[in-house]
């Protein structure tokens, strides 16, 4: 190994070791990937959750202006094809393999910068969020899965956009409490947090069931080496939901809904016997 490939690994297991810490549920679903395929989806996950990370929890420090030097590093690393970023270096290792577009990029850029000056949305903008903060990043793994057949990529672009709602919609109920309480935030429109009732969860959960509903269509059409993968974090998703689904709105707002590490373990055993092996 020469050591320029040396140093595109390792930053690529950056990504990965950044994926494995901030989350167990999406390290099993990349697991089930194709391990051709493992690799850029780690580098995308360890971007967009940096990016998250400096307008999320970087309070006691200048948010805005490490997010400013961090799109710029971004769009740098994109069109020199190098960084001493690792996480930045990795992710534009697959930007430039797989072509994903730059609309996609500045529209995660915007939605992340939009949590640092916004505290509550209505319809349009709540719409816009989730395109720019869910619905792009699956577009931007749908590109690795399809691999350069733009035909099956435009095919599934509805449903990857579906899938990628649905999560960040589940994200935003199950952690409403810290949103509310930790940022300022609350991203569903027209809810008020301090008089957050059953009537608006059930409005929230029905619009989140349509989004999944629409995804599954679209993850059954996946090329073989990403489906299981996908359907394992889809599955893990939507037990959450399913809790949420079955907790009162009070319990809801006052506590973060978590499914534990064994269980997740004994879903993918789940998933693995009763899906893999009928070549779901």
């Excluded at 805005?64 to 020199?80: G, H, I, M, P, Q």
């Excluded at 903008?125 to 590109?143: C, D, F, K, P, Q």
């Excluded at 990857?160 to 709602?165: D, E, F, P, V, Y």
């Excluded at 300022?184 to 957050?196: A, E, I, Q, S």
Aim: aromatic residues 14%; hydrophobic residues 35%.
């Amino acid at each position: 190994m020469d050591h320029l490939n040396l140093y595109h690994r390792v930053c690529e297991e950056c990504s990965q070791i950044v994926t494995r810490r901030y989350s167990t549920s999406f390290t099993l679903g990349i697991r089930m990937l194709d391990k051709t395929i493992r690799s850029p989806i780690y580098s995308i996950y360890g971007f967009v959750r940096f990016g998250d990370e400096i307008v999320d929890t970087f309070h006691d420090y200048p948010k805005e202006e490490l997010f400013d030097k961090f799109c710029a590093d971004t769009w740098e690393a994109v069109r020199s094809g190098i960084s001493l970023n690792p996480v930045l270096h990795s992710f534009q290792l697959v930007v430039n393999k797989y072509g994903i577009e730059d609309e996609l990029i500045a529209a995660f850029l915007k939605s992340m910068e939009v949590d640092l000056h916004q505290s509550s949305h209505g319809s349009n903008s709540y719409e816009e969020y989730i395109y720019g903060s869910a619905e792009v990043v699956g577009l931007m793994t749908l590109r690795v899965f399809c691999e350069g057949d733009d035909e099956t990529y435009q095919r599934l672009k509805p449903y990857a956009k579906s899938l990628g709602a649905a999560f960040q919609k589940v994200n935003f109920l199950r952690d409403i409490k810290s949103d509310y309480q930790e940022r300022g935030r609350v991203y569903f429109p027209n809810v008020d947090f301090t008089n957050f009732s059953n009537g608006d969860k059930k409005i929230i959960e029905q619009d989140i069931r349509n989004d999944f509903e629409h995804a599954h269509i679209g993850i059954l059409q996946l090329p073989h080496k990403a489906r299981f993968g996908v359907y394992l974090a889809y599955k893990y998703y939507y037990n959450l939901f399913e809790i949420i689904c079955c907790t009162d709105a009070s319990k809801v707002a006052d506590k973060r809904i978590r499914i534990n590490d064994a269980s997740k373990l004994f879903l993918l055993l789940k998933l693995a016997i009763s899906g893999k092996f009928r070549g779901l």
